[in-house]
T-cell receptor, first 111, second 116 residues
Framework: AQSVTQLDSQVPVFEEAPVELRCNYS??????LFWYVQYPNQGLQLLLK??????LVKGINGFEAEFNKSQTSFHLRKPSVHISDTAEYFCAVSNYNDMRFGAGTRLTVKP | DGGITQSPKYLFRKEGQNVTLSCEQN?????MYWYRQDPGQGLRLIYYSQIVNDFQKGDIAEGYSVSREKKESFPLTVTSAQKNPTAFYLC???????????????FGPGTRLTVT
């Protein structure tokens, strides 16, 4: 069985500061990896995905993530955040059976 | 403009009543999913369907039922047997290929159900 751990439930940060949201996973087979963003009372929107190839993946809104196979991690980063990035972020992992989501990290960007 | 629609956005019901949540997609996706979201618990899979007229239980199927009579539609019924039905419900869809890892899922805007 696979599982996903988002190491921080809440991350407060000031506007224009860099941010990293951490995600670790466990799986006995190779996986696909995803990051989603959810704004209040809305569905989830795909930020970026890793299927194969380059381990550094660029997504929408200036976010990027790096797949590290040896550390089984897929951390999300942004060099300079905006107030509008305040949202809940979910890491997800899929294998041949299902897709599993982490519990989410609430990013709060303060002025 | 392709996407997933869920209706209604907000739904209120009395305890003991069954209620059906609508989910429609025009993305031509084979697979569809229903999740329940509670604060601080992420997404929990209720049911999923990979093909018309077939569906499988997820992690928390008790008290819920689904049907998949058309590729575009995957309605969820919350029955009176569901002990704590108040939650935010999300529908999603994805492409599906047998023997492949699961591809990204596309989500609808959600339905917030309140049962009193």
């Amino acid at each position: 069985a696979q599982s996903v751990t988002q190491l921080d439930s809440q991350v407060p940060v000031f506007e224009e500061a860099p941010v990293e949201l951490r995600c670790n996973y466990s799986s006995s087979v190779s996986v696909y990896l995803f990051w989603y963003v959810q704004y209040p009372n809305q569905g989830l929107q795909l930020l970026l995905k890793y299927l194969s190839g380059s381990t550094l993946v660029k997504g929408i809104n200036g976010f990027e993530a790096e797949f590290n196979k040896s550390q089984t991690s897929f951390h999300l980063r942004k060099p300079s955040v905006h107030i509008s990035d305040t949202a809940e972020y979910f890491c997800a992992v899929s294998n041949y059976n299902d897709m599993r989501f982490g519990a989410g990290t609430r990013l709060t960007v303060k002025p | 403009d392709g996407g997933i629609t869920q209706s209604p956005k907000y739904l209120f019901r009395k305890e003991g009543q069954n209620v059906t949540l609508s989910c429609e997609q025009n993305l031509n996706h084979d697979a569809m999913y229903w999740y329940r979201q509670d604060p601080g618990q992420g997404l929990r899979l209720i049911y999923y369907s990979q093909i018309v007229n077939d569906f499988q239980k997820g992690d928390i199927a008790e008290g819920y039922s689904v049907s998949r009579e058309k590729k575009e539609s995957f309605p969820l019924t919350v029955t009176s047997a569901q002990k704590n039905p108040t939650a935010f419900y999300l529908c999603a869809s994805s492409t599906y290929r047998a023997g492949s890892r699961n591809y990204e899922q596309y989500f609808g805007p959600g339905t917030r159900l309140t049962v009193t």
